[in-house]
């Protein structure tokens, strides 16, 4: 390449790169400049997307809360109207059988169930909502709410509706639906798990055929222990069609738009708002293609956002995702802010289409476009005007440098009185001049070349003779160190052989040390003396040294062992070396150095040298004591299995095989054990076999452990057995274990024990009636005389001697008398009749009760009554009541004297709950105090004092009712305490 084409070419690559870095700095400030134009675009969506989603969310929370006010008050006005004002009955004798039906999966089962009334009037079965329902009508008219009247189906929860402002699908009124305890999927309502726990239910619930804000109150029966029904108000969620129509008009950029659809149960996945109600109740769901996968899992995430927080933003989910409407041709890119409402189970989406927003960042990159347009042009400007510059320059340089070449092309080819003539004073005109004295000092050089030329050749034929000298010299030492290298790598060989060996035989010894060391076995060698020459770490352990050099040198005599133990070691030792044949599997016991007696099985072998001559014993053996003691324990459960009374069987659970049986199992079955062996449990037990296998199953997990079976026997007879039966591995297989008792007697004695007690009920309850009817028929007749025996001694006194006067007080005492006397008989015999409550009752409400009620006899008698603190307990207050009047009533008659003071109290001891009443009177003699708790005895020291002699037997009665007694002790210091002790189990244990 010539220097004019190189020095333009360099002005123009200048030129060039100028441009260049102009044009490429303008397109990458472009392309940062529409980078950021979409951020800035895609923050704007965003922020707008998520101001909507939080607006959206803002005003469901306002609707809720007012659905929620209106249910409130709605509750409050039904239950003013079925409760306060009106009397709301599920207790009617008369029944009514409703066809329920689920109104979940639609299934339907006939139910009787007492009539409820309103105000003594039945709801009726009511389906038409022209026809009017008491007390649902009401509440509907007056809070713009629809209100149900639920009636408690079973003992599971099944809520009825037996009066309801709900529709149907088909327009009538939803009775005869109920709400299910548990769910079509298996987990629980959480309506009906409120109500039975008593608590009101407040929130958004599916009620018949859609979701509704709903409130549930729970409705007692008259003893306030049981849920028996429920008051229901709701409103539809579709009812709330302002906070749809707002929804719907929101418009996000040009054709956004927001949406709700459900998150969960029924209506996951399912639009609830869509765009113009368009899509409304569709099933997004379906379908297989990516942005219908996308679309499920951003549903699938919404839940996790979590509700909003005091002081707290609301949570919001940003994501993008391809989306194809119906109708439209391919997929438009979409951007959405997703917010989870959870009352409602909404998930809000606000999103916006990102085409939408094109024209902005058309509008932004067009200027950029124009700009880059200008700097090309002016680019191409400044590349032609620096050619026709740069030709023009260059032209100038270039002639001188074309004489100069040709000038140095005549020079070369030997014309040496050649000269450069280029005038000036430039850089060109100075390598002119200095051209002009090169050439001169060349001809100078050249006159002196032969000169040199002679004295170049004599020194290399120097050279060459000194090269062959030093090459023989060299070989000479070649050969004579390839002599002494070849020695010296014989002899590294040998020495490398001699180290090898010598390493192998350590590992060698070593390993065979370490596997000696390790290995379970206890091993030893001596030589024809019985003295030992090693052993392993495992004998020098049980022989008690440190190590097994310690050993070296020693008998057994100098070792732990017993002197038995050692004479017995060394004859089996010479009886080995003697006869040189190995003794194998000796059983002996050894005393080791831990003072543990142990069992071993040894192995001895005469020991050898090269020649085959025996120079002492090689020993091995191993600790047996844990298969002896099997061996024994085996042998132990053999003897108990086999010659136990009781019959026992082992069996296989997987197959059911009768694996052994007892003496005592063939006695009873009336098999042989060959037979029983080869029968299956299933043969003998009268239940099914897959009943059979899975008890055998519950027996194996540890379920249970006893069992009532029905077993038959060899001669056909079919006997009731109790089978205690547990898994136990023997021999390594899993095994069932079972005791089995013939209880066929001890089942036909219960079965004539409650004959016995069915009887004895009939016949209390005869005895029950027959008080009754007593009392009643005595009652009326001694009312008769009580009435007129008062009137004839208040219309005859004055007319009257004292003697007849006497004789009516007398008719009218006796009749009194009579009259208790009934009323302590009927206490007596209803004292065993009354359950225990299920909440415990306040004792020492109970004793000031009784005190007040007494009040006139403290009085009069002039004492006074002092309570400690009694233990609360589950028995019926009247029976309390009964119990602590006779108890104190007797201490103020009897007991006390003016002034005295009677103390009561109780205390709990685990389930025992002991009551007493303390007086400091005269006391009852020892003799009587195991008489004076039976019916009619009053004791030797009161008879002229008033009573009827039951009391103290109702309290004995009470007390045993609920598994205790009734005692009396002497007061230290004088006087009587009366004991009562009950049974009060926990609330969780179930009563005798």
């Given amino acids: 390449m010539k220097i004019r084409t190189k020095i333009t070419g360099m002005a123009m690559l200048l030129v060039l790169l100028t441009a260049i870095s102009i044009f490429g700095v303008a397109l990458y400030q472009k392309k940062i400049l529409a980078r950021n134009v979409g951020t800035e675009v895609e923050q704007f969506v965003r922020s707008e997307t998520k101001r909507v989603a939080q607006d959206v969310y803002f005003m469901c929370r306002a609707i809720e809360e007012s659905l929620d006010q209106m249910i409130t008050q709605g509750l409050k006005v039904a239950m003013e109207l079925a409760v306060r004002r009106g009397h709301l009955a599920f207790d009617d004798t008369v029944s009514f059988t409703w066809q329920a039906v689920n109104q979940f999966s639609g299934e339907s089962h006939q139910v009787a169930l007492p009539k409820v009334r309103y105000n003594g009037h039945w709801l009726g079965y009511n389906t038409d909502f022209a026809m009017p329902t008491p007390l649902v009508d009401e509440v509907s008219e007056l809070q713009g709410v629809t209100c149900t009247v639920f009636q408690r189906i079973n003992e599971t929860g099944d809520m009825l509706r037996v009066a309801t402002t709900v529709p149907n699908l088909d327009g009538s009124r939803a009775i005869g639906t109920y709400i299910p305890r548990y769910n079509p999927d298996g987990s629980s309502n959480p309506v009906i798990e409120t109500l039975l726990r008593g608590e009101v239910f407040s929130g958004r619930a599916y009620v018949v055929n859609n979701w509704y804000q709903t409130g549930y109150q729970p409705l007692w029966d008259a003893s306030e222990s049981r849920v028996i029904g429920a008051l229901y108000v709701g409103k539809k969620h579709d009812s709330v069609a302002s906070l749809r129509r707002v929804i719907q008009d929101i418009v996000i950029g040009k054709s956004g738009y927001v949406a709700a659809i459900g998150a969960k149960g029924e209506q996951r996945g399912k639009y609830l708002i869509s765009k113009g109600g368009q899509r409304d109740g569709e099933d997004v769901f379906k379908g297989d293609d990516l942005s219908l996968k996308s679309f499920r899992s951003i549903i699938d995430k919404a839940p996790n956002l979590g509700s909003d927080q005091p002081g707290k933003a609301i949570p919001t989910l940003y994501y993008k995702y391809p989306w194809q409407n119906p109708g439209e041709t391919q997929p438009r890119r979409k951007s959405a802010t997703i917010a989870y409402f959870e009352p409602w189970d909404w998930v809000i989406m606000v999103t916006a289409y990102n ?100 004295e170049i050749i004599e020194r290399k034929l120097s050279e060459t003779k000194l090269k062959r000298y030093k090459d023989h010299l060299e070989e000479l030492v070649a050969e004579r160190t390839t002599e002494l290298n070849q020695t010296n790598q014989r002899l590294q060989q040998d020495i490398m052989l001699r180290e090898e060996a010598e390493g192998l035989l350590r590992e060698s010894q070593q390993m065979l040390q370490l596997v000696l060391d390790y290995i379970p076995q206890y091993v030893f060698w001596k030589d024809c003396d019985s003295v030992y020459l090693g052993c392993n770490r495992n004998f020098a352990r049980a022989a008690g040294v440190e190590t097994p050099q310690e050993l070296v040198g020693k008998t057994d005599y100098d070792l732990p062992w017993t002197k038995e133990e050692a004479d017995f070691y060394r004859e089996c030792d010479h009886r080995v070396i003697e006869s040189e044949t190995p003794e194998l599997h000796i059983a002996e016991s050894q005393l080791q150095a831990n003072g543990k007696q142990v069992w071993i099985d040894t192995n001895k072998i005469p020991l050898r040298n090269g020649k085959g001559q025996v120079v002492g014993i090689l020993g091995t053996y191993e600790d047996i004591t844990e298969r002896k003691l099997t061996e024994e324990r085996d042998q132990q459960y053999r003897a108990f299995f086999e010659n136990n009374c009781a019959v026992m069987l082992l069996i296989d659970p997987e197959s059911g095989a009768i694996v052994a049986a007892n003496s005592a199992a063939c006695s009873f079955y009336g098999y042989s054990k060959k037979e029983l062996s080869r029968m299956k449990i299933s043969d003998i037990n009268a239940l099914p076999p897959d009943q059979v296998f899975q008890a055998m199953e519950s027996i194996n997990s540890g379920q249970q452990r006893c069992f009532h079976f029905c077993h038959r026997l060899a001669n056909g007879t079919i006997r009731d057995v109790e089978v205690f039966s547990s898994p136990h591995t023997i021999r390594g297989k899993k095994l069932l274990f079972s005791i089995v008792h013939d209880i066929t007697d001890r089942k036909k004695a219960e079965s004539s024990l409650r004959q016995s007690e069915e009887k004895l009920r009939e016949a209390n309850g005869e005895l029950e009636a027959f ?148 007086d400091y009177g005269p006391g009852i003699p020892e003799e009587e105090r195991s008489r004076i708790f039976e019916v009619f005895y009053r004791g030797t020291t009161r008879k002229n004092e008033k009573g009827t002699g039951i009391g103290l037997a109702t309290v004995q009665k009470i007390a045993r009712t609920f598994d205790g007694r009734a005692w009396v002790e002497e007061t230290p210091g004088g006087g009587s305490t009366f004991w009562a002790e009950i049974i009060d189990p926990p609330t969780d244990t179930p009563d005798k």
């Fill in 355 to 454: 085409d939408d927003y094109a024209d902005i960042r058309q509008r932004m990159a067009s200027p950029l476009a124009h700009m880059i347009e200008w700097i090309a042009w002016v680019a191409a400007v400044v590349i032609v005007l620096s050619l026709l510059i740069g030709y023009y320059v260059t032209r100038g340089i270039v002639r001188p440098l074309d004489e100069a070449v040709a000038v140095f092309d005549r020079i070369g080819q030997g014309q040496l009185n050649q000269q450069l003539n280029v005038a000036g004073q430039d850089e060109i005109g100075q390598l002119s001049r200095s051209f002009n004295q090169m050439v001169v000092n060349l001809k100078e050089v050249t006159a002196s070349r032969d000169e040199l030329n002679h």
């Fill in 771 to 918: 008080a009754y009817t007593v009392s009643h028929d005595l009652r009326t007749p001694l009312t008769v005389i009580l009435g007129f025996a008062e009137l004839l001694q208040k219309s005859l006194q004055d007319r009257l001697e004292e003697q007849e006067l006497k004789g009516l007080a007398l008719i009218y005492e006796s009749g009194t008398k009579m009259v208790e006397l009934m009323e302590d008989l009927l206490a007596l015999a209803r004292a065993g009749q009354i359950e225990r409550p299920a909440k415990p009752v306040n004792t020492e409400e109970v004793v000031s009760d009784v005190v007040c009620g007494l009040g006139e006899l403290t009085t009069e008698t002039g004492v006074s009554v002092t309570v400690d603190e009694l233990p609360a307990l589950r028995v019926p207050r009247t029976l309390l009541a009964q119990i602590f009047h006779n108890l104190i009533g007797n201490a103020m008659r009897y007991g006390s004297k003016p002034g005295d003071i009677i103390e009561v109290g109780g205390e709990r001891m685990g389930k025992k709950v002991r009551l007493y009443v303390r």
